[in-house]
């Protein structure tokens, strides 16, 4: 679980959340988000370290649709809901993650980026191509100071 806090203008590249599902809820401000699902999925993607053939074809779920505050959460799931999703800040804004189960590479969760090139003749369709990590990314962690955090473990 994180809260991802973007200025304004800032991009969250587009990338997937393989195996899992994942609520997001915008807290403040205003996102532009483009999300995708995997057609076929890139073989290498997930099972190799090689970025040879790491492609494959995905539908397009959302194009550049902005969630502004206050909006019900989203919900992506491992096959629908746009597994992979890049966010564009409209204006500064925070976006709560639950994750589960968390990204964990050693157990084939690992986090995978993509660039994606538009199909002309195939409206609403991109080849999304495995890329590595955005030289221009930065992401800056801190531990959560709040309330304590309580699991009732009969409801789980
Ligand atoms: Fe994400």
Same mark, same amino acid.
């Given at each position: 679980?994180?809260?991802?806090?973007?200025?304004?203008?800032?991009?969250? !590249?587009?990338? +997937?959340?393989?195996?899992?599902?994942?609520?997001?809820k915008?807290?403040?401000?205003?996102v532009?988000?483009? $999300?995708?699902?995997?057609?076929?999925?890139?073989?290498?993607? $997930?099972?190799?370290?090689?970025?040879? +053939?790491?492609?494959?074809?995905?539908?397009?779920?959302? +194009?550049?649709?902005? /969630?502004?505050?206050?909006?019900?959460?989203?919900? /992506?799931?491992?096959? $629908?809901?746009?597994? /992979?999703?890049?966010?564009?800040?409209?204006t !500064?804004?925070?976006?709560? +993650?639950?994750? *589960?189960?968390?990204?964990?590479?050693?157990?084939?969760?690992?986090?995978?980026?993509?660039?994606?090139? #538009?199909?002309? $003749?195939?409206?609403?369709?991109?080849?999304?191509?495995? #890329?590595?990590?955005?030289?221009? /990314?930065?992401?800056?962690?801190?531990?959560?100071l709040? !309330?304590?955090? *309580?699991?009732?473990?009969?409801?789980?």
């Amino acid at each position: 679980m994180g809260v991802f806090c973007f200025p304004a203008g800032a991009t969250l !590249p587009l990338h +997937d959340h393989p195996h899992m599902v994942v609520l997001s809820k915008v807290l403040y401000g205003s996102v532009s988000t483009r $999300s995708y699902d995997w057609v076929t999925t890139p073989v290498s993607a $997930s099972h190799s370290k090689s970025m040879d +053939d790491a492609d494959g074809l995905a539908r397009m779920v959302m +194009d550049n649709q902005v /969630l502004e505050a206050p909006c019900k959460a989203s919900v /992506l799931f491992p096959r $629908s809901g746009g597994n /992979l999703h890049s966010f564009t800040s409209v204006t !500064p804004c925070a976006i709560l +993650d639950v994750l *589960a189960p968390p990204y964990a590479e050693e157990l084939g969760r690992p986090s995978t980026y993509f660039s994606e090139m #538009r199909i002309p $003749s195939l409206s609403g369709f991109a080849i999304l191509e495995e #890329r590595e990590v955005p030289d221009d /990314l930065v992401v800056n962690g801190a531990p959560y100071l709040g !309330p304590e955090i *309580a699991i009732d473990a009969d409801l789980c």
